[in-house]
């Protein structure tokens, strides 16, 4: 409400102008049109909403016949907490510049008309999302109870297994759920450095938006260049530091606008140099490219882009693996030992990278978008649709589900934060969470079921600043420092000293300190009023607001500018001259000075905010030995549990904040025991402890993790007949465009001589080395993704001319570029395809089949990839998963299953369900929203034309099957070439979106599926960039199509 006070008091002012205090003419016309505004509003709500209360309208009538229409009450009770005040403004200023009383009065009364109409549409707004998020909350409540149902009887193999591994186990304890997160305790090995020793570990972390440097730093330059910036490096700098850790990269985009210091633009920077006896790297900051390269792009506008830093990130870190691995390793790459997102964006980056290399990844969500979503519909202000527009909160809420299904471990600053808010989500449950744990722990299966391990690290702190006297108890008060006998050998007086003690009548009282953002939610105001009003306190005690920096009030944000205007006025009312400082400006390095006064004039820190996320200036105030008084909500609970060096307050409670903030100033005993027990326990907070947590909760949660390697095929740099000796089977190793006959009779040496015989022929007949026929050397790769189909759901034969005029437009290069096929089909459907228009499989060096969950080579006599199918099968539900499908994808009742039938496994990393044609099934974000809530994390595609469901594990995805290509071939996505049509399978999207090139063929997809996304999802446009350079568009599929449409995008 006090943003909007300046409307309050202009409609007092009306009031004001109104009242009938003088018989002049004048007077009496205005207060007539004001009786006739009345008299209109009362037929206004009768005729269109009876419900409406009139009484809210008519003021205080009842009580005096002359008092005029009110709509002040109704208006702050209504609306003022839930609209933009905008037009109410503009009709205002209007009314002001009206002189003639009927004009003025029709303006008013058009005012109260929108006050009317907002408060309807503010109530229509409320009711249809209380309906759609009580909707979606049954229907989680009901995942989560299938979900406890399957958990809840063991088999009797389960109950033997079990009962032996009690038997056994004695270090585990399980506590009873009491309703909060409770606690399975287990002896966890902590990180040392001589458990470490030996290790050399690579962690990537990953914190996409913002302006990010080592030095100095913009914080709050704007929204997304915060605090986070400030953690993600200085987490970087303190991992590097730690034994065992090697190499730390901290990867963020690239902006190379001139609206920003150029060094934003640089590829590379030091963040820490090794240290002499580590033998490590150090930690690095490392700027990807993405989106567009001159332009600075806010967070809300970054998700079409995501797909490019991933493109760009692992290219980056397979370089950096081999190079690793040549100087560490014997030569083999050293993967990333963790891939740690920040926040929604880099979760998502975090997951496609986890995927790819087949390694752990750990998530921090820094601020959650469900929770702000739920707080903006409560609100009411603005619609469903207003809040995805301006925050992108439905794109930024999936990234977070998709990093929920992809991590190992979610990194989190407090309980309150597991409990209200990553509770919220539909891929975390804390007790299916818990329930799942201890399964694992007494060896029993999960069936299929997974949830993240969430673990409560505290934010670390760098405590270099803090000198020794800070930490000394009596380190005595400011009489020492200023009085007229004081040592001209003293050391100076910090400047920032001067700047608040001049607002002091008596410096050396105590100093109640609040430092934070002129923000209503940091509840400064509460705290002000509290101290005006408690005359104790102000006896006792001076007040210092350190509310960021201003130049001019007005000037400032809207909410800013009335949280200062509101502090301003108190001091007024309350008569505080003397004893409340309110400087204007301070510095960053001027924050430590401004802790330091405080404490010596033994003072006490107070954070009063209504939610404290976490809470770093309470550890820093403690830091220096300041007593602390903070908030009930949010972090500062955990923060005084482990320091115990304050008390906690409810912030609506004015009374509570006085008695606290007087029983700290006044009882010195208490006092000097807080700042004793802060400073006892503050390297709880501190870096090194918050990375020993954090490597040892990592190295335990890798347990979980395959322990398949990705291994990448080594480049060729010998001359061809010194390569070609030694190897048992030439066949895993090319791909030869032609038969050699008999081979398949000889033994292995004879069968090695005639194929190099081959190839030698081969390369003297066209000029070209043999090694461009190894997949490794191939200069670039044409994938044809087209999904052609009739309405039966059949492949037409307008995929084999799409390929035939593909190979056509390589022309000459066809040994240098290689060709992929990403399909839906089975791979007997794709022979068969194959078959029926003559197409050789031969061509291709790979085909990816079943929508990305399995891949053969044909210079592999097409053998399934055993290497690629224990690469996707990470959080795999398997058999668990088959009839739970079929159940939850039918709308309505369908108990026999007519309308849906399982096919087959058409392999084991992919289960098919046919669909009759007409049958109402759910979209692939609904489906796969029912599957998260019952712990279930797969891949959904619907393909075929709609007529089939393929579901698969987490990672497999024809995009997905690309990455691994890339790093198994060595081969830039940047030098990869997708064809697709203009639609396509639910998964079609995934396909246009990279670094990748990408041609949409005109005219050769008629029939497709459009079952991706329900209305209430994101939109396209947060997928796909409109205005990509990396995608050319072709009237047609003929071959001279294509060629102009590779010449688009830089190809030929």
């Known amino acids: ?157 389960e109950k033997e297994k079990s009962d032996v591994i009690n038997q056994t186990e004695t270090t585990t304890t399980v506590m009873p759920f009491t309703g909060k997160l409770g606690r399975v305790n287990s002896e966890m090995q902590m990180w040392s450095d001589e458990t470490s020793s030996s290790k050399q570990h690579y962690i990537v972390l990953i914190s996409l938006h913002g302006l990010v440097r080592g030095e100095n730093m913009e914080l709050g330059r704007d929204s997304d260049t915060g605090g986070q910036v400030k953690y993600v490096v200085e987490l970087a700098r303190a991992l590097a530091d730690m034994k065992g850790v090697h190499r730390v990269d901290l990867l963020t985009r690239q902006i190379t606008c001139p609206d920003v210091d150029s060094s934003y ?279 210092a607001l350190i509310l960021g920096n201003r130049d001019d009030i007005e000037e400032m944000s809207n909410s800013s500018s009335v949280v200062l205007t509101t502090v301003l006025k108190l001091i007024d009312k309350y008569d505080l001259y003397g004893q409340v400082a309110y400087p204007k400006h301070h510095k960053q390095t001027d924050v430590p000075e401004i802790y330091r006064l405080a404490t010596k004039t033994k003072g006490v820190f107070i954070n009063p905010a209504l939610v404290e996320p976490f809470g770093l200036t309470i550890i820093e105030a403690s830091a220096y030995g300041l007593p602390v008084v903070a908030t009930k909500n949010g972090g500062p609970v955990d923060i005084l549990k482990a320091l115990n060096n304050g008390l906690l307050i409810d912030p609506h409670d004015q009374k509570a904040i006085e008695d606290a903030l007087l029983k700290l100033v006044a ?107 190894f997949p490794g050397r191939r200069q670039g790769l044409y994938v044809v993704a087209i999904d052609c189909y009739n309405s039966s759901g059949f492949c037409t034969e307008t995929l084999s001319i799409v390929i035939h005029n593909v190979m056509k437009a390589a022309g000459s290069k066809t040994g240098q570029i290689g060709f992929v096929l990403l399909t839906g089909l089975t791979l007997q459907e794709t022979r068969e395809a194959f078959k029926a228009s003559q197409l050789n499989t031969e061509d291709f060096d790979a085909l990816i089949c079943s929508s990305g969950s399995e891949m053969y080579f044909p210079w592999r006599d097409l053998v399934l990839d055993k290497d690629y199918e224990g690469h996707i099968e990470y959080r795999w539900p398997a058999e668990n998963v088959r009839s739970i499908v079929m159940r939850l994808a039918m709308i309505g009742d369908d108990t026999e299953g007519e309308s849906m039938h399982y096919m087959s496994a058409c392999s084991s990393r992919c289960y098919s369900y046919s669909i009759k044609s007409g049958a109402q099934t759910r979209r692939i974000d609904d489906l796969r929203q029912r599957l998260r809530m019952r712990g279930f994390r797969c891949n959904l595609v619907y393909t075929h034309a709609g007529s089939r469901l393929n579901v698969m594990p987490l990672f497999a995805s024809r995009a997905q099957a690309l990455r691994y290509l890339s790093v198994r071939w060595g081969i830039e996505i940047s030098k990869m070439v997708i064809f697709v049509g203009e639609k396509g399978d639910t998964d079609y999207e995934d396909l246009l979106v990279g670094l990748h090139k990408t041609v949409v063929l005109g005219g050769c997809v008629e029939y497709a599926c459009e079952m991706l996304r329900s209305e209430d999802s994101f939109k396209r446009e947060d997928l796909v960039p409109k205005d990509s350079l990396n995608i050319a568009f072709s009237e047609g599929y003929e071959a001279q199509d294509i060629s102009t449409a590779l010449e688009t995008v830089g190809i030929m």
């Open 1 to 157: 409400m006090a943003r909007n006070e300046w409307i309050n008091g202009y409609l007092e002012a009306i009031l004001d102008a109104g009242s009938v205090t003088s018989t002049s003419d004048a007077k009496i016309k205005e207060a007539a049109g004001k009786e006739r505004s009345e008299t209109n509003i009362k037929s206004m709500g009768k005729e269109f909403d009876e419900k409406l209360n009139l009484e809210k309208l008519e003021g205080g009538k009842d009580k005096s016949a002359e008092k005029l229409f009110s709509p002040t009450n109704y208006f702050v009770e209504e609306v003022v907490n839930s609209f933009d005040e905008t037009d109410l403004h503009r009709t205002w200023l209007k009314v002001i510049a009206t002189r003639n009383t009927r004009a003025r009065s029709n303006r008013l009364e058009n005012m109260c008309w929108r006050i009317w109409h907002l408060a309807r549409k503010k109530k229509q707004i409320a009711w249809d999302d209380a309906q759609r998020l009580a909707k979606r909350r049954m229907e989680r409540e009901k995942g989560r109870n299938d979900a406890h149902d399957d958990l809840s009887e063991l088999s009797e193999g």
């Open 265 to 543: 633009g640089e590829p590379i920077e030091m963040l820490s140099s090794p240290s002499e006896d580590s033998g490590g790297c150090g930690a690095y900051l490392i700027r990807i490219p993405c989106g567009p390269p001159n332009k600075y792009i806010p967070k809300e506008s970054l998700w079409p882009y995501i797909p490019e830093f991933v493109d760009g990130a692992l290219s980056h870190i397979v370089s950096v693996a081999r190079g690793l691995g040549e100087q560490a390793d014997a030569g083999k790459p050293l993967w990333p030992h963790v891939i740690h997102g920040h926040y929604a964006d880099a979760g998502e980056v975090a997951a496609r990278l986890s995927g790819a290399l087949n390694v752990p990844m750990v998530l921090t969500g820094h601020s959650l978008g469900r929770n702000k979503f739920e707080q903006l519909l409560k609100q009411g202000r603005l619609s469903r649709e207003d809040i995805n527009s301006t925050y992108k909160i439905l794109r930024r809420i999936e990234g977070e589900e998709f990093g929920l299904d992809a991590t190992e471990m979610v990194v989190t600053s407090t309980r309150q934060e597991i409990e209200e808010q990553w509770g919220l989500y539909d891929g975390f449950d804390i007790k299916l969470e818990r329930k799942l744990r201890v399964r694992r722990r007494r060896g029993v299966s999960c069936l299929g079921r997974y949830m993240p391990r969430m673990v409560v690290i505290p934010p670390g702190m760098d405590f270099s600043y803090v000198t020794t006297e800070d930490s000394l108890e009596g380190d005595g008060d400011l009489k020492s420092l200023f009085g007229t006998g004081r040592a001209q050998t003293k050391k100076p007086i910090p400047p920032i000293w001067s700047e608040v003690m001049r607002f002091f009548t008596n410096p050396h009282k105590p100093m109640i300190l609040a430092l934070s953002r002129p923000d209503p939610k940091k509840n400064v105001t509460t705290l002000l009023k509290a101290f005006g009003e408690c005359k104790p306190l102000r006896e006792l005690a001076n007040l």
């Open 667 to 773: 009882d010195k005993n208490l006092w000097f025991d807080c700042r004793k027990n802060g400073l006892k326990n503050i390297h709880r907070f501190s870096w090194p402890e918050h990375c020993r947590n954090y490597l040892s909760y990592v190295e335990r949660c890798r347990n979980r993790q395959p322990t398949t390697r990705l291994e990448i095929m080594p480049t060729i740099e010998e001359p061809m007949s010194e390569s070609l000796r030694d190897v048992d089977d030439l066949s895993l190793r090319f791909s030869i465009d032609v038969d050699v006959k008999g081979s398949v009779e000889l033994d292995g040496a004879s069968r090695q001589k005639e194929l190099i015989e081959t190839l030698t022929q081969m390369a003297s007949s066209n000029g070209k080395s043999a090694g461009s026929y």
